[in-house]
Nanobody, 122 residues
Framework: VQLQASGGGLVQAGGALRLSCAASERTFTIYAMGWFRQAPGTGREFVGAHNWITGNTYYTDSVKGRFTISRDNAKKTLYLQMNSLKPEDTAVYYC????????????????WGQGTLVTVSS
């Protein structure tokens, strides 16, 4: 199973982007899918995650009210709608999935997509 992330790009501060993360196998059983980001010179940071079983979604404080996670069951795809973007949101964004749990620690996730770069200009 592979995760395919897309949707990054260059946007001005205050703008919006939507990222997508699709699982290659639609029969793959997912417990959680999430988004992480990594800015140059920093570690991978939790952005938000979605519990595929309960439907609950969690966000890091810095994106609450601006970012929204949604999903398409049929397409086995997770979305990250990013509004009111700030220069500090600039990073490579990664999607991740796990069949066992939902956590904020990147090392807990077994599947990763390739990163997609989001650049927010001031």
């Amino acid at each position: 199973v592979q995760l395919q992330a897309s949707g990054g790009g260059l946007v001005q501060a205050g703008g919006a982007l939507r990222l997508s993360c699709a699982a290659s196998e639609r029969t793959f059983t997912i417990y959680a899918m999430g988004w992480f980001r990594q800015a140059p010179g920093t570690g991978r940071e939790f952005v938000g995650a979605h519990n595929w079983i309960t439907g609950n979604t969690y966000y890091t404080d810095s994106v609450k009210g601006r970012f929204t996670i949604s999903r398409d069951n049929a397409k086995k795809t997770l979305y990250l709608q990013m509004n009111s973007l700030k220069p500090e949101d600039t990073a490579v964004y990664y999607c991740a999935a796990d069949q066992r749990w939902l956590t904020t620690h990147p090392s807990d996730y077994e599947l990763w997509g390739q990163g997609t770069l989001v650049t927010v200009s001031s």
